[in-house]
């Protein structure tokens, strides 16, 4: 594929590499794309060749010899009309959103802007013929009730994908909190003779968590999602023991 028009562009502050064709076709370098993304050379490889085993991706990339700035080299590109499909196909897991969230909001913002990032790059500049003031008014006019409505679109998608997240600690500590006070409640306060019986009082908190993290579908209380903070609170401060350990705590507390 030659006649190639090499290009490094600014996504979101990332140099990417990309190119256009003689056919019109822009294609971008995934490399580029899954460093800044901070992908490690491991996970970077592994999308290569997820993509040359999709069924849908597979026919869209291709190795092109691109100028670098070091040199030639042969890199593995993706038509960039593909381009948010394979971005799509990037999973988002909880452990990722966990453990990478920079890596997940990089995601987000790649797959909102980056094709159209891309492919203005490759556009012609255009001259436009002088406008009056009042066409001057009514264009900023349009453009800020279209820039309104994109920041509305982005500020909804980052709000679902922030209530996706796991707790915070912060709230982590809060759902917590909420827990311990019930567990005091139940047992009958600290000076109670079941509160000061280790054997009951750990039995309590671990049936308590366990009720919690069935509620939400999850192993641990940390991994409940953000957006289910106020439910969680909720149902760790209305939790009731089960049948045999209300009635150990009682007799427990009568023996007194």
């Known amino acids: 594929m030659n006649e190639l028009i090499v290009k490094n562009v600014d996504v979101l502050g990332d140099s990417i590499m ?4 003689k056919d019109g076709v822009i294609w971008v370098g995934i490399r580029w794309l899954c460093q800044g993304m901070g992908m490690s050379d491991g996970q970077f490889k592994r999308q290569i060749t997820n ?15 691109l100028n670098s700035g070091a040199g030639e080299r042969e890199v593995f590109c993706l038509k960039l009309d593909y381009l948010p499909i394979w971005l799509a ?3 988002i897991t909880p452990n990722i959103q ?7 909001a990089k995601l987000l913002n790649y797959q909102l802007k980056a094709k159209d990032i891309l492919a203005a790059a490759f556009l012609p500049k255009q001259v436009t013929a002088p406008v009056t003031v009042q066409d001057q008014i009514k264009l900023l006019a349009q453009g800020n009730v279209e820039l309104n409505q994109r920041v509305d679109t982005l500020n909804d998608r980052m709000d679902r994908f922030e209530k ?6 912060s709230e982590a500590e809060e759902v917590s909190l909420a827990a311990t006070r019930r567990g005091i409640m139940i047992l009958g306060g ?16 671990r049936n308590l968590y366990i009720y919690l993290n069935y509620n939400f579908g999850t192993k641990r209380y940390k991994e409940i999602k953000r957006g289910q903070l ?8 209305n939790w009731q023991p089960p049948a045999y350990l209300a009635e150990e705590i009682d007799k427990e507390n009568a023996n007194v």
């Open 18 to 21: 990309a190119a256009k064709d």
């Open 51 to 65: 993509i040359q085993k999709d069924l849908l991706l597979k026919s869209s990339g291709s190795n092109l010899v």
């Open 89 to 91: 196909k990037i999973s």
């Open 98 to 104: 966990q453990e990478h969230p920079e890596l997940a």
């Open 164 to 169: 996706e997240l796991p707790l915070f600690p």
């Open 190 to 205: 600290k000076k109670s003779a079941a509160y000061k019986n280790p054997s009951i009082r750990a039995s309590v908190y």
């Open 230 to 237: 106020q439910r969680a609170v909720e149902v760790a401060e």
